[in-house]
């Protein structure tokens, strides 16, 4: 699974000492600690602290004191047979490798990333 911190989305927890957020990213930290709530933001959407979900983009997100983490929910196909193509299935979070111009037909992929 691929995963990354969001350095530009980092949060904090309100009352830490602490800077833990970027400063394009200190005004609106302020912001939402003066109203009492510790939150992380992805997207333009507001994630309270120990949540956890499921982008629309197929990432499996997570906010904590620490920060922001998203990791990919799929693995990427690298090596399948040069006949065949990946093709992303958004709306099952994974990619299905199958003979190019026949989704019909599966291959099988022997390396992939994430």
């Known amino acids: 699974m691929l995963c990354r911190r969001i350095q530009s989305r980092v949060c904090s927890h309100i009352g830490t000492k602490k800077k833990i957020c ?5 005004l609106a930290r302020n912001k939402l600690t ?5 939150m992380c ?26 920060g922001l983490r998203c990791c990919s929910m799929y693995t990427t196909p690298r090596k399948f047979p040069p006949e065949c193509e990946a093709v992303f299935d958004k709306e099952n979070c994974r990619y299905v490798v199958h003979v190019k111009g026949n989704p019909k037909i599966t291959c099988p992929a022997f390396a992939g990333v994430g």
């Not at 003066?34 to 510790?38: E, K, L, T, V």
């Not at 992805?42 to 994630?47: A, H, K, Q, V």
């Not at 949540?51 to 620490?66: L, N």
Request: proline letters at 3%; glycine letters at 8%; charged letters at 30%.
């Open 41 to 66: 933001e992805r997207l333009g959407l507001r994630y309270p602290i120990g949540s956890i979900w499921q982008s629309e983009d197929c990432m499996r997100c997570s906010c904590s004191e620490v």
């Open 34 to 38: 003066a109203q009492g709530m510790a």
């Open 22 to 26: 970027s400063k394009t990213e200190e």
